[in-house]
């Protein structure tokens, strides 16, 4: 089956303590993308990557890091996590490099940071 | 219509009823907008997709309408179903200057379909 899958899917953890999220799709698709999601602020873009080991800052890239190793993996990782993180993450990839297709979403990451 | 609160519009139709579900979008220069549909703890699903060079296109019991006069977006959904309940948030991309895009995301709206 075709899908983007996230890990944890439920993660409750202190300030400062270093986390990865996980990330991987089966869709051999080129374009990979984090957003968070906070009530009345829509999806928000942390980071995108077009390609293996090319990433760009989207909307809100402060406090987060990505890499794209293989094609397949994009994880996302909070070196030093704050309240403010505290959010529901969602990877996505799609077909084009550009992202300007459909854009599939993994099933999402409920972080709370405390 | 799309809303920058924290409480999101709601749309009430009765199944078997035709829902219409609106988006204003702000950027003139936007060239791609796509309509998602996102059920209670899941991510967002593709709906359908349009380019600025089209003021309509349809799918399965879905049509998308563009007017770029007034910078509006409508996703129309015929005879609707008690699984169409979900919030529908539409999304409109842009070209930046130098190259890339700009992807910006609607808070949505809520549709519950009454039985």
């Known amino acids: 089956e075709a899908q983007v899958t996230q890990n944890p899917r439920y993660l409750i953890t202190v300030t400062g303590k270093k986390l990865t999220v996980t990330c991987s799709q089966n869709?051999?698709?080129?374009?990979m993308s984090w957003y968070r999601q906070d009530p009345g602020l829509g999806l928000r873009q942390i980071y995108y990557?077009?390609?293996?080991?090319?990433?760009d800052k989207g909307d809100v890239p402060e406090g987060y890091k990505v890499s794209r190793k293989e094609k397949r993996n994009f994880p996302l990782i909070l070196e030093s996590p704050s309240p403010n993180q505290t959010s529901l993450y969602f990877c996505?990839?799609?077909?084009?490099?550009?992202?300007?297709?459909?854009?599939?979403f993994g099933p999402g990451t409920r972080l709370t940071v405390t | 219509g799309e809303s920058v609160g924290l409480h999101l519009p709601t749309l009430s139709v009765q199944e078997g009823d035709n829902s219409i579900i609106n988006c204003a979008y702000s950027?003139?220069?936007?060239?791609?907008f796509i309509w998602y549909k996102q059920e209670s703890g899941k991510g967002p699903q593709f709906i359908i997709d349009?380019?600025?060079?089209?003021d309509k296109r349809q799918g399965q019991r879905v049509t998308v309408l563009l007017n770029k006069t007034v910078k509006h977006l409508s996703l129309q959904i015929a005879a609707t179903q008690p699984g169409d309940s979900a919030v529908y948030f539409c999304?409109?991309?842009?070209?930046?200057?130098?190259?890339?895009?700009?992807?910006?995301f609607g808070t949505g709206t809520q549709l519950k379909v009454e039985l």
């Open positions: 349009i380019r600025s060079n089209m």
């Open positions: 869709m051999n698709h080129e374009y």
């Open positions: 990557s077009m390609n293996v080991e090319v990433t």
């Open positions: 950027n003139s220069a936007s060239d791609y």
């Open positions: 999304a409109e991309n842009h070209p930046l200057t130098g190259g890339g895009n700009k992807l910006t």
């Open positions: 996505a990839s799609s077909l084009s490099p550009t992202g300007l297709d459909e854009q599939y």
